[in-house]
């Protein structure tokens, strides 16, 4: 019977050590998730404009859920009118998740793309945020594909 005491007392002592952990995890993430959210919104802000730097004005549009891939999408104003889209995807990178800002006009050229977040191999992977890489598919319209690192 001591066994079973010892049993219970120390399942209470475990729970209560987890349940505090899960008390102190909670309050740090209602602290830190605004200042996520806000710096995501940042990048997301700057990746906008350096994938369309003519365009004024950035309206978000409502998605579906119909393409998994596509994590938000913009239509670009500028003097009033619409001159191209913007969408922020995630693609399957080696190490992971890639998520790139890719802005095209109503031809459907490419006008810019940007890395905003990624994990792939310092030296390797991490060379497709490289300016002069990325710069290659301006004015690219579709079908794009790379081969040997160039955008065809």
Do not use: H
């Amino acid at each position: 019977m001591n066994m079973k005491k010892e049993t219970v007392k120390l399942v209470a002592i475990l729970f209560s050590f987890c349940a505090i952990g899960a008390l102190i995890l909670a309050s740090l993430n209602s602290v830190t998730a605004p200042r996520i959210k806000a710096l995501e919104k940042e990048k997301t802000d700057k990746a906008l404009v350096e994938v369309f730097p003519d365009g004024g004005d950035f309206q978000e549009i409502e998605l579906d859920g119909s393409n998994e891939s596509i994590v938000e999408a913009y239509t670009v104003m500028s003097g009033g009118s619409e001159v191209g889209k913007c969408v922020l995807v995630d693609s399957q990178g080696f190490g992971g998740a890639i998520r790139m800002m890719v802005g095209v006009t109503n031809e459907g050229a490419v006008t810019g793309v940007s890395i905003v977040s990624m994990n792939e191999t310092p030296g390797l992977g991490t060379k497709a945020n490289d300016a002069e890489w990325l710069s290659q598919f301006a004015l690219k319209t579709s079908p794009i594909s790379v081969v040997k690192g160039q955008a065809t």
